[in-house]
């Protein structure tokens, strides 16, 4: 089941979360990510930024719409990012969180959805492509991570 992700699911996200801190370069955070660290980044996201759960027994996945940038004239336009839990691939998990978040942000009227996805992440690629996403351009070398430089791929899907 998928649903609005409360406070009392930021300890299951953060789980899943902090396991690709540690063991992948989908984020450049380079440290876990607590509790209470964690609790002002969930209440950055209310209605008009969600953040959802699939829920099946435990959380095995989330995504959220998170602001894209402080500027007015960015109103339109939000960053999407979507977690699974490593061990429980193979389920369809990730597919249906994107069509959740992506009818959310078409509910909400966003204009623009922006991803980026770190060199590598093939899986992720994939599925963004998969469901419309248009390939915009690289960065090169903006991320450094396990003592690496690493590209960043930007994604736009465009809500029409």
């Not at 409360?6 to 899943?16: Q, S």
């Not at 990510?33 to 095995?60: M, S």
Request: proline share 1%.
């Amino acid at each position: 089941m998928i649903r609005r992700a409360t406070i009392n699911d930021l300890k299951y996200i953060l789980d899943i979360y902090n396991f690709y801190v540690m063991n992948s370069v989908s984020s450049f955070d380079t440290s876990i990510r607590t509790v209470e660290g964690g609790e002002k980044w969930f209440n950055e996201h209310d209605d008009k930024y969600p953040i959802i759960v699939y829920e099946d027994n435990d959380i095995e996945g989330w995504a959220s719409l998170s602001k894209w940038a402080s500027h007015d004239g960015y109103i339109g336009t939000v960053e999407l990012s979507i977690y699974v839990k490593h061990d429980s691939k193979g389920k369809q998990i990730g597919k249906k969180l994107f069509e959740s978040i992506i009818k959310k942000a078409k509910e909400l009227n966003y204009h623009c959805i922006i991803s980026r996805i770190t060199e590598g992440n093939e899986v992720s690629r994939k599925m963004h492509e998969n469901y419309g996403f248009t390939y915009i351009g690289v960065m090169k070398e903006v991320g450094k991570k396990f003592d690496k430089y690493l590209d960043v791929h930007l994604y736009q899907y465009i809500i029409e």
